[in-house]
């Protein structure tokens, strides 16, 4: 699997209903997270290896009502106690 | 009890009328100060422990009239003379 | 619980040992990324709800051999399908 | 009085001893909170009407050991309730 | 008295009729000036003691035609060969 | 295959020597260029579907003597003629 | 040749038919992705000796519909096992 | 004489009918050039040793159609071969 | 005569040694005063209309101990009340 | 021919020293000049078309004495009145 950080910024007062939408519509999703600092929301997802982050991102997340930038940072490695 | 600061940028001329606003209709509302630099103002929130501050700032700040743009800075801890 | 996500930026080459030292010894890590960007890792940590963030940041990570900056974003709220 | 709030960058590891050192020397502190993002503390000071806040801030509280960088930001109205 | 210096942005074109009503309409002005790099122009203030910083920055400043941003900032003391 | 690039910002004179390096010593190369602006060099890697870009990354690249920061962009489709 | 790379932000959800408009339309095109980070595509060009890459940049892929910005990097020299 | 360079950063596409009307209407032009990162075109100009820089900047540079944003550098002295 | 605006970052507890040294040393001094924000000091000159500039900030004003970094504006135009 | 601009940062005091040896020793140099702003120096260079500029700037530019660093521009196209 292939795991990606977004962060949201959305228009003012419409982060949480691009949270609702996100975990209703988006099913890749793992968790999503309103937060501190610049950008109202953080979601993890988890896509199929030979799947299209890009597509995926700006096809699927960009266009969501509300959405006004997206910052997209991919996750390597998971490491773990093994 | 959650210790938040909000930093505002409002549009050109709207942040008193922002401020007054806060005050009168954000009882979770400590302090809020008109300031130098980049932003126009920054204010200081208590809420209850299980308070979720994400929604607060978007569905209750961002929304008001003349917001523009919000930094939202967690206060971890508050040290003292005890 | 609170969930926060740290960001580290490492000394050159030192990012896989900062990882590994992540997961043996701070017991209170979910989990930890090697990232894409500025950041070399992403990590989230899920901490006692009266727990000092601010003390774990300085006291327990940065203090960690070969890390030269952290960025800490508060996750307010986790979202789910209910 | 006048009302300031100084944010503090510590080197790695410093923060809690700075925030010690600031409520225990400095007498003009009203607060300081470790925080999210990209400082580690936040403090508000209260200072006399006369009293010159940039030689209060570089030569009070720059010096303290473990400060690398601060940024102030002075607050110019207190709006209440009334 | 209080001295302040506030940068302005302005929409394009706009520069010099801004510093023109400053100059016409503001009496703390002290001085205005056309500038390199990104802001347009920089301007000094006096104002009385008591006088409200933010207050007159937002309302009187802010508000005028042309004006697109302001940067405030706030100097503590002048140094002088005494 | 997995496709990233990587820019390098290297210390003064000593950006063609890695470039050299990266050409002699890295055969997960594809091309690597000098360039304007910030960055000295930019590098295209290609890598097998399984491998930890991170630890490449952190492991490989970074470790270079003369390299003083990287910054890391996942590829992720190459759009063609088809 | 010339070879340049261009990061391309597009409007939200355009970003692959901006990508599908640089294939079928622009010949000089060598390869184009899409990306992690604040760009949604990275595209490399060739172009012959004497051809004005400003021109190129602002008169060929500027004006497609969906584009919203773009950043120029000039690649000086391929480094090569030779 | 007085030197200054201007970056011009333009509407998408417009940058070529700004650099052609720079040449046409302004005689004070020494060179203007379409560059690479992120301005569009940086231009030269010479002025008369009392001539009002800022002025002409806001009023003759920014007035042009397709221009959205200048910055000014000052050049202070020319070093030559003597 | 040419004006400008210099605003100086020092090393942490130096600033006012710093202001100091500009208000003894150097005679094309206008005023400093210590501020607010990232920076430790504005200060501004009056330079004969010959005077080089650029000479003047980085062989007279970045040498003085303490300073680490300095940020020059050229002030074009004074616009008064006439 | 090629057209560069290359700003430059220097350590404090050296930008004249830089300057100078810009001129005696690099005979591709067309003019320099100290400047307003951020960096010191902007110089501008004509090299051979099949100069590689990368190798001219990071083993010719970045290793004279007292600069600490560079951002190099690439001139496209000349305007002119033809």
Redesign the interface.
Known sequence: MQ???VQFK?R?????RV??R???EIEEIS????????Y???AKFYLD?ER????F???RL??LDG???????????????G
């Open positions: 795991t990606i950080f959305c003012p007062g419409a982060a949480y949270a609702d996100l975990v209703e968790e999503v997270y309103s937060t501190s600092g610049h109202d929301l953080i290896p299209d982050i890009g597509h991102v700006t096809e960009q266009v959405v006004s930038d997206t910052f997209t940072t991919v996750a390597f490695k998971a490491f773990g106690r």
